[in-house]
């Protein structure tokens, strides 16, 4: 075909190229365009690494696998110069073909070759046909490159939009650390997505892994403190590494599984919550600048996020706090002072009424209940003026929980003291047993006028006359004990071991 008779075909074929403003498709397509347009029989479209010659995707037409695989290791060589048209360095001369390169503004994206024409040679014409496409490539491929860049930062944004929302819903700390990591490795198409934080003796430990292969090994892995990398972190400079397994700033055991890689500072307000790594795997292509920018926009928005959604945690802590101090009050200063009134006042007409026994007996009962309710209630206002966590496992802790609930009320402390291992030797039948016995001397103890201050002993060292093992409870205050004619109070109760 002449070259005027090919004008219409270059027309449209300049028309068509960058139709599609998905990066991939518009390079295949350029690479279809000019083998049909020239008449070649394979085609070609090798794509550089940016800064580098080394060739990081190849697009071709009419080629099997094998023959991708040489014509890539061949292509570097072909950029270089160093493969004439003839063919060279010990290979047999190969068919005549067409190279072109193509620039994206003044950077050199890659060369488009063409090889095996059939009938005869490429002419001229068809070298003018290919650099003509070649230049409309280029122009493409920057319009592609725009759009692709686009809808990068528009996942980047909706990844960070989702996981502000996913925090400010309300997670606690190691599930919010995670959504941050899940979704970072999956924007920046990492292997992994980890998170680290600063320890205690100065380095930096992984705390939370989220990664498409076996993670064992990773979480628990330390940066030991003074690490190059580690002094970047937290000075809040972001890390980035093109092969973590031969940069020798990377000392962590785990290096060796990965390949680029970048550390994002997680700062927010001149805090440092620690650090988020996104490494690839060995051999994957190394971040962009764009990827570089958007990520670290993305750790500082996360970084964000995760403050403010611990702000927030603490806000309902508080609220929880203050709702049950305030039905803590009410049930003191208001069903307790009733109850106790009435019992009073039961009281008072039980001695009156001494005289007649069955009377005498309904009002005794009448006045046992209503102390026992004063006691369970004071009980439940003890452990509404708890913190909303987890009971303590020990029986230690579980006594101290007790007497720190009654400090509440009482408006003091009360002494604690233990003898023995209480712990190891009081079960915990026994424990529940001794704790209602403490919550009722403590009740007991608060009902009585000036008490100012109550001694609780537990003594797990005590021998019964039989000879067996024994825990004894003491609780003792310097209140005024009407009933006992005046005086401290002292309550003692014992259990065998």
């Not at 599609?20 to 049909?36: E, F, K, N, S, Y």
Request: charged share 20%; proline share 6%; aromatic share 4%.
């Amino acid at each position: 075909m002449t070259s005027v008779g090919r004008l219409p075909l270059l027309l449209e074929a300049v028309l068509s190229i960058g139709s599609d403003l998905g990066l991939r498709a518009t390079l295949q397509q350029i690479v279809d365009t000019a083998t049909t347009l020239t008449g070649a029989r394979y085609g070609a479209l090798g794509v550089l690494e940016p800064d580098q010659d080394r060739t990081e995707a190849l697009y071709t037409t009419g080629m099997t696998e094998a023959e991708r695989e040489r014509v890539g290791h061949l292509l570097p060589e072909r950029h270089a110069g160093l493969l004439p048209e003839g063919g060279g360095r010990g290979e047999p001369p190969a068919p005549a073909f067409l190279t072109a390169p193509i620039q994206v503004h003044t950077q050199l994206f890659g060369h488009l070759c063409l090889a095996e024409k059939s009938p005869g040679p490429f002419s001229e014409t068809d070298r003018a046909l290919l650099h003509v496409l070649a230049s409309q490539a280029g122009i493409a491929i920057g319009n592609a490159r725009l759009y692709e860049s686009a809808r990068q930062r528009e996942r980047w944004i909706e990844g960070a939009a989702a996981v502000t929302t996913a925090l400010l819903t309300g997670t606690d700390a190691a599930d919010a650390l995670m959504t941050v990591a899940e979704s970072a490795r999956a924007l920046a198409g990492a292997l992994a997505g980890v998170i680290l934080q600063p320890t205690e003796a100065g380095g930096m430990e992984i705390v939370t892994a989220s990664t498409l292969d076996d993670p064992a090994g990773i979480v628990g892995t330390t940066i030991a403190p003074g690490s190059p990398v580690l002094v970047q972190l937290l000075g809040g400079e972001p890390v980035f590494i093109d092969d973590s397994a031969t940069d020798p700033r990377m000392t962590t055991d785990v290096r060796s599984r990965f390949g680029p890689s970048m550390m994002l500072p997680l700062q927010s307000g001149g805090r440092l919550i620690g650090t988020l790594a996104l490494p690839r795997r060995r051999g994957a292509p190394s971040y962009t600048a764009v990827d570089r920018l958007l990520a670290t926009q993305f750790a500082s928005q996360a970084a964000l996020a995760l403050v403010m959604a611990d702000a927030q945690a603490d806000r309902e802590r508080l609220a929880v706090y203050e709702d049950r101090d305030r039905i803590a009050r009410d049930l003191h200063d208001l069903v307790v002072q009733r109850l106790f009134a009435t019992e009073m006042m039961l009281e008072s007409t039980r001695r009156r009424a001494a005289a007649e026994e069955d009377a005498s007996e309904l009002l005794g009962r009448a006045v046992d209940e209503l102390d026992s309710t004063i006691q369970e209630v004071r009980t439940a206002i003890f452990a509404l003026q708890q913190p909303p966590a987890e009971a303590p496992s020990t029986f230690r802790g579980r006594v101290l929980r007790e007497t720190g609930g009654a400090a509440a009320l009482l408006g003091f402390p009360p002494s604690v003291h233990f003898t023995g291992a209480v712990d190891a030797l009081v079960g915990e039948e026994t424990g529940r047993e001794l704790l209602a016995a403490l919550r009722g001397a403590l009740a007991a103890a608060h009902r009585r006028p000036g008490v100012s201050a109550i001694d609780v002993a537990v003594d797990a060292t005590v021998r019964l006359p039989d000879g067996r093992s024994a825990v004894r409870l003491v609780v003792a205050d310097d209140g005024d004990d009407e009933e006992a004619g005046g005086g401290s109070t002292t309550v003692t109760w014992e259990a065998p071991l």
